[in-house]
């Protein structure tokens, strides 16, 4: 079973600029969450996706948004890059039919963004 | 004061040893709580996932919960340089959630 994939893997932008990350789940998750992680502040809950819909939300600013399309997949998009959003940007796929907790999130390795 | 706290490490310890790795959180609501671990350029993997107190263990693992005292721990049995990674410490209180609070991580190094 392939698990899951994030691409790119690296990218190096400039402030001012927009990012988009894409993430695919393992073949039948239908939950994709995305999360930001530095040294700084660890690993920070971003937003769900489950079904197409936006089903929970973390604390970062309207400039982090994202979506997913009918087959699952999900892309994160940062708008007018800041420096401190340089950090290694991951998703994690999840069955998340039963909404439990139980749900085991497979993480993907990450795609790391640095801001000039 | 951050939710969830761990001691970042470099955490150093021979072959065979056992590891004690822990979290504090400040958050009386968290009832699930999780052991990731994270080998350098991967993401996270699922090692223990446990509902409120207690102890769970599974091989050289043994996750241990303390509500009252807002403490949860993580042994590692026979410590294998393999399990040199950084430990992560997770938690919620949602069942029907995905906003898991991470803790910073613990780095540690088994050497052999």
């Known amino acids: 079973k392939a698990g899951v994939t994030q691409t790119p893997r690296y990218l190096i932008k400039t402030r001012g600029q927009q990012v988009t990350l894409s993430c695919s789940p393992i073949?039948?998750?239908?939950?994709v969450s995305w999360y930001q992680q530095t040294p700084g502040q660890g690993l920070q809950f971003l937003f769900e996706y489950f079904s197409e819909t936006q089903r929970n939300k973390g604390n970062f600013p309207g400039r982090f948004s994202g979506r997913q399309f009918s087959n699952s997949r999900s892309e994160m998009n940062v708008s007018t890059l800041e420096l401190g959003d340089s950090a290694l940007y991951l998703c994690a796929s999840s069955p998340g039919t039963s909404g439990s907790i139980a749900d085991t999130q497979y993480f993907g390795p990450g795609t790391r963004l640095t801001v000039l | 004061q951050k939710e969830v706290e761990q001691d970042p490490g470099p955490l150093s310890v021979p072959e065979g040893a056992i590891v004690s790795l822990n979290c504090t959180y400040s958050n009386s609501a968290f009832q699930y709580f999780m052991w990731y671990r994270q080998y350098s350029r991967k993401g996270p993997e699922l090692l223990m996932y446990?509902?409120?107190?207690g102890n769970k263990e599974d091989g050289r693992f043994t996750a241990q919960v303390d509500k009252s005292s807002k403490y949860i721990s993580l042994f590692i049995r026979d410590s294998q340089p393999s399990d040199s990674a950084t430990y992560l410490c997770?938690?919620?209180?949602?069942?029907?959630?995905?906003?898991?609070?991470f803790g910073p991580g613990t780095r540690l190094s088994v050497l052999p």
């Open positions: 446990t509902y409120s107190s």
């Open positions: 073949s039948g998750h239908r939950s």
């Open positions: 997770a938690m919620t209180s949602d069942n029907y959630g995905q906003n898991f609070v």
